[in-house]
C-alpha cells in the first residue's frame, strides 16, 4: 500500500476518481452490480470498497513491505479522522464526505478492521461459530454499509444485508481453498476437519479426497441455506430499492453453483463468473426479471 500520508490531501473529486481507480483495478464483481446507480450512491460505494480494499492488502497482499500491524494501526487511525472529519489519504477523504451524506455506523468498520486483525494475527479457526463471526466482520458489514447507501425503509433489511454476506463470504471460502492454503491459511473450521476425516497436511499439499469433497459439499449446502435465508428477509417494500444488493448475491449465487457443478476445483485456476457474464445477471435484476 502507498503511505497512507505520502501525498498532499486531495480534493473531493480527486479523492473520489482514486476509489474508482482502486474498484476497477481490482477487477471484482462488487462495480457489476452497481453501475446504473446515480453518481453520488456509486462514489460512496466506491468509497467503502476502495478502503475494504486498501485494509485487505495489509492483510493479503505481498508486494506490501513492512510492519503490517503498524500499518492496520494508521489505517485505523485514518478510519477515526475520516468520521472526524480529518482524514489525509484519498480514500478517507472521500470515505468522510460519504460519512457525512449516509450517516454509517463506526462500529461497522471497526467490525471489518477487526476481520482484517485475525487474518494479520493469523487466527484458528475452530468451528462454524468463528467462520461465521469472520464472515459477518469482512463481508456483512459491507452489506450493512451498502443497504444504508441504497435506503430501506423496514430494518428487517439490515438483516437481509447481514445474512446476505455470510452466504456470500462462505462462497469466498470455498471457491479459494487452494489459494489460501498457498498462503498457508485454511479458512475451513477445524472441528469439522476432524469430523470428516480431512487433513490439514492434505489441504496444503493441494489433495482434492473424497472426504475433501464431502466436506465442501457440506459447506456449500450451508452457504445456499445462507442465500435462501436472505431472500426470505429481503422486506417487500425495500425490494426495489435493494435490487443491486440482491443482484450482488445473485453473481455470487451463479458462482457457488459453479463451483458445484464443476466439483470445487478448489486446486486449480479459481472459479470466476465473466464480466459479461456478472452484467447480464445484475441487468436482469436491475429489470425486475429475476
Given at each position: ?14 479523492a ?44 493479503d ?17 485514518e478510519?477515526?479522522?475520516?468520521f ?33 486483525e ?19 466482520r ?16 423496514n ?5 437481509f444485508a447481514e ?6 463470504q462462505l ?31 492434505s ?7 473424497d ?20 431472500e426470505?428477509?429481503?422486506p417487500?417494500?425495500d ?52
Amino acid at each position: 500500500m502507498p503511505g497512507i500520508m505520502s501525498e498532499p490531501k486531495p480534493d473531493i473529486a480527486e479523492a473520489y476518481r482514486e476509489c474508482v481507480d482502486i474498484t476497477r483495478r481490482s477487477g471484482s464483481s462488487f462495480a457489476s452490480a452497481f453501475w446504473m446507480l446515480p453518481r453520488k450512491k456509486r462514489n460512496a460505494l466506491h468509497a467503502i470498497y476502495a478502503f475494504c480494499r486498501l485494509a485487505d492488502d495489509i492483510a493479503d497482499d505481498p508486494e506490501i513491505a513492512g510492519d503490517r500491524t503498524a500499518l492496520l494501526a494508521r489505517w485505523r487511525e485514518e478510519l477515526d479522522d475520516a468520521f472526524r472529519g480529518k482524514a489525509q489519504h484519498a480514500v478517507g477523504v472521500a470515505l468522510s464526505d460519504a460519512i457525512r451524506s449516509y450517516r454509517f455506523p463506526e462500529q461497522v468498520f471497526v467490525d471489518l478492521l477487526d476481520g482484517v486483525e485475525f487474518d494479520l494475527a493469523e487466527e484458528p479457526i475452530e468451528s462454524f461459530d468463528d467462520l461465521r463471526l469472520y464472515c459477518y466482520r469482512v463481508a456483512s458489514t459491507v452489506g450493512l454499509l451498502v443497504v444504508r447507501i441504497l435506503g430501506f425503509e423496514n430494518p428487517r433489511s439490515l438483516e437481509f444485508a447481514e445474512t446476505l454476506g455470510i452466504a456470500v463470504q462462505l462462497t469466498n471460502v470455498l471457491r479459494d481453498v487452494g489459494d489460501d492454503a498457498r498462503t498457508g491459511r485454511i479458512y475451513l473450521p477445524s472441528d469439522e476437519l476432524v469430523r470428516f476425516g480431512v487433513s490439514a497436511e492434505s489441504i496444503f499439499a493441494g489433495q482434492m479426497t473424497d472426504a475433501l469433497q464431502l466436506m465442501l459439499s457440506f459447506n456449500a449446502k450451508r452457504a445456499m441455506s445462507y442465500y435462501e435465508s436472505a431472500e426470505r428477509l429481503l422486506p417487500e417494500e425495500d425490494r426495489r430499492a435493494l435490487r443491486p444488493a440482491t443482484a450482488m448475491g445473485r453473481i455470487y449465487r451463479a458462482l457457488l453453483d459453479e463451483l458445484i457443478e464443476r466439483r470445487f476445483p478448489c486446486f486449480e485456476q479459481p472459479v470466476r463468473i465473466s464480466k459479461p457474464r456478472r452484467v447480464a445477471i445484475a441487468a436482469k435484476v436491475w429489470m425486475g426479471m429475476e
